[in-house]
């Protein structure tokens, strides 16, 4: 069973990085052909994808997003993270972190809520 666990900051203050981390266990990151995303829900909105880094380490992200976007791995520790740097209170949400296959996601993390306030 892959299980996806989100980490990191709770609040975060404007133009600051958010930074998270997802700790994967059940299966590895480097596993052909899976990727691995980061979506966020901001509060009464829809869920929308941020960015994704893939089995080989190759990233993707959000057009809207991207000068603010980066994604890495430490496959020593089956973590992917996220960074998203000059935050607004926009930028408050619930981050989750989860696995995908054939454009469809499988696994996810429970989401963890970040609110970016002074």
């Known amino acids: 069973q892959v299980q996806l666990q989100e980490s990191g900051p709770g609040l975060v203050k404007p133009s600051q990085t958010l930074s998270l981390s997802c700790t994967v266990s059940g299966g590895s990151i480097t596993t052909s052909y899976y990727t691995w995303s980061w979506i966020r829900q901001p509060p009464g909105k829809g869920l929308e994808w941020m960015g994704v880094i893939d089995y080989n380490g190759g990233t993707n992200y959000s057009p809207s997003l991207t000068s603010r976007t980066s994604i890495s791995r430490d496959t020593s520790k089956n973590q992917f993270s996220l960074q998203l740097s000059s935050v607004t209170p926009e930028d408050t949400a619930v981050y989750y972190c989860?696995?995908?296959?054939?454009?469809?996601?499988?696994?996810w993390g429970q989401g963890t809520q970040v609110t970016v306030s002074s």
């Open positions: 989860a696995r995908g296959r054939d454009d469809s996601y499988d696994y």
